[in-house]
């Protein structure tokens, strides 16, 4: 990836992960998942438009926040990979394992959540590279 724009390494990691995560949640529903839980207006379901932008939304957010920052602070690709990943496995203890999901709709949730910890490192580590200036690019 580290001769691809910034741009295309957002869009592959976003649309990676959403390819990814739907491929989850459809093992979970043939699995016998219902997604369906208890909220404060009644049931709900988590349906594969909920998992796609669950997946892509704070991706492409917190992806595009590195691309811009990063050129011009380089620690923010370090933070990065350590605040990424922390989020996605913090958002299960937040987000999935406290619901009335049944068990096999929360493992599924929660793997979804875990599939973005590669995605999130491999896509900052490559807007890193790509952010970085090149040697020749200087004596240019």
Same mark, same amino acid.
């Given at each position: 990836?580290a ?7 957002i869009?592959?990691? /976003? ?10 949640? $459809?093992?979970g529903?043939a ?6 839980? @208890? ?6 379901e988590?349906?594969?438009? /909920? ?11 917190g992806? @595009? ?9 380089g620690? +923010?690709?370090? +933070? $990065? ?7 996605? +496995?913090l /958002?299960?203890? @937040?987000?999935t ?8 709709s929360? @493992? ?10 590669p ?10 590279r ?5 040697p020749?690019?200087?004596a240019?």
């Amino acid at each position: 990836m580290a001769d691809r724009s910034r741009a295309t390494i957002i869009a592959l990691a /976003t649309v990676g992960a959403v390819v990814v995560n739907l491929i989850v949640y $459809a093992i979970g529903r043939a699995a016998g998942g219902t997604f369906r839980l @208890t909220t404060a207006g009644g049931t709900a379901e988590v349906n594969a438009v /909920t998992v796609a932008a669950f997946s892509a939304l704070p991706l492409l957010v917190g992806l @595009t926040a590195v691309a811009l920052l990063a050129p011009r602070f380089g620690w +923010v690709v370090r +933070v $990065a990979s350590i605040v990424g990943p922390a989020l996605a +496995v913090l /958002t299960i203890a @937040t987000m999935t394992l406290p619901t009335d999901l049944d068990a096999t709709s929360k @493992t599924t949730l929660a793997l979804c959540h875990l599939t973005l910890v590669p995605i999130i490192l491999v896509a900052v580590a490559a807007l890193g590279r790509r952010s970085r200036v090149a040697p020749d690019a200087v004596a240019a």
